[in-house]
């Protein structure tokens, strides 16, 4: 009686086990004078092995893998703790080895499967177990999907997930930067001097804001373009001479007015491709030598880059969309700078640069940095007092107006696109042919017929993009 009650609580414990761990439908027949199979126990989950034999005594080789409790001489409750593989042990009542079963249990995927497909369920994702892990295999439309899908599966599994899945599409971006810039500068200087001197003696007054040298022998503040009583324009830009007399006395006037006006167009547009993920680097210049004193007192040389530099790192993240990381520079030789160094001029650098990092689709464009400058000086020099008298003072004045404007804008574009044939991509070398003598001699021509395709081309304007496939 009291085996049947010890019997019976057990079931019943095993019930209310199974009411929060629900068993698995299917468990392991242990058959007389056959070999049993492995046996599949999901992490958390039971399942039931039955044997036709009564077993006496049974044990588990890892219990920190499975739990086993009997409900009776022939059926055994095996639960799943941990992912591995253990030994299951069933004797008989004579200590004869009735059969050693293989367990392993494997992480729980039902549910993950479940919770895949709520999250992502346009993707075809295969999820499978290997050994204490989780395999995911298939082809998703993006990476963000893949991430998702990997995020997801170390909660089930954590540091045993094994990736097999691809990305579909296009995972390739052809980035396009344009750097537009406008520079214009406006000058304008106005000086004078005034020098008064007897032609029959030595002493002379000069006075005003302009560099000159005075001469009791007639030469005038222009040097050789002056003379007695004429109007002349000295060897300089924007100088002019006035000098007249009476008698003895000599009176030269010199003015200098200058005006300067600059306008600078920049514009480059590199193109750059690369694969998703994988950086990419793009160098349209030179290097410059820069003299650098080494420790023992020598004097070596280190080159220091200039031109169009552009670095970036495309990121095809979901449905067109495109995440780029981006450095883009453009540098020159400012010549109007320069540095003396061990005795080398050394030149500076104008460098324009931007980093940064953006999101756009497939073939829109983003102005990702901006400049506008606006510098302003003005200038005032005059003689002490004689600058203040009204009128006459302007000749004891000069002034000088100095404005800089300039204007930077870099703008990108981004395309997916995808290899072709070699053949439907034209060169800039292929709308070129060299002439034959006749055509070079007898009709004048620099440059050969081309026939095809690349003839074709080349007959039409150089308008538009060339050598590039976009979708």
Known sequence: MAHMKLKAALVALVCIIGGILPASAQGLRILSE??????????????VVESDTPFAELSIANPAIADISTLSDRTIYVLGKAPGRTTLTLLAADGRLITNVEVQVTPEISEFKERLRQILPDERIEVRTANDGIVLSGIVSSASALDRALDLANRYAPDRVSN???????QQVMLKVRFAEMSRSVRKNLSSSVSLFGLSGDSSVTGGTSTFITAPNGVGPAGDGIGLGNVTVGPSEGV??????????????????????????????????????QEASFLAGGEYPIPVVSDDGGVGIEYKPFGVQLNFTPRVVDKGVVNLQLNAAVSGIDSTQTLQANG??????????????????????????????????????????????????????SAEYNRNQSELVIIITAHLVSPVRGEALVLPTDRIAIPSERDLFLFGRTEGRVKGAAGEVARQDFVGSYGYVME
């Open 34 to 47: 056959t070999a049993s199979g492995d046996l599949q126990v999901p992490m958390n989950r039971a399942v």
């Open 164 to 170: 097999l899945m691809s990305v579909g599409g296009t």
């Open 240 to 277: 002019l001479g006035l000098d007249f007399g009476s008698g003895s006395l000599q009176f030269q006037v010199l003015l200098e007015a200058l005006e300067t006006k600059g306008l600078v167009r920049t514009l480059a547009e590199p193109n750059l491709s690369a694969l998703s993920g």
């Open 344 to 397: 080398f001029n050394v030149a500076s650098f104008t460098r324009r640069e931007t980093s940064t990092v953006v999101e756009l689709r497939d073939g829109e464009s983003f102005a990702i940095a901006g400049l506008l400058q606006d510098t302003f000086t003005d200038l005032k020099g005059q003689v002490p007092w004689l600058g203040d008298i009204p009128i006459l003072g302007a000749l004891f004045r």
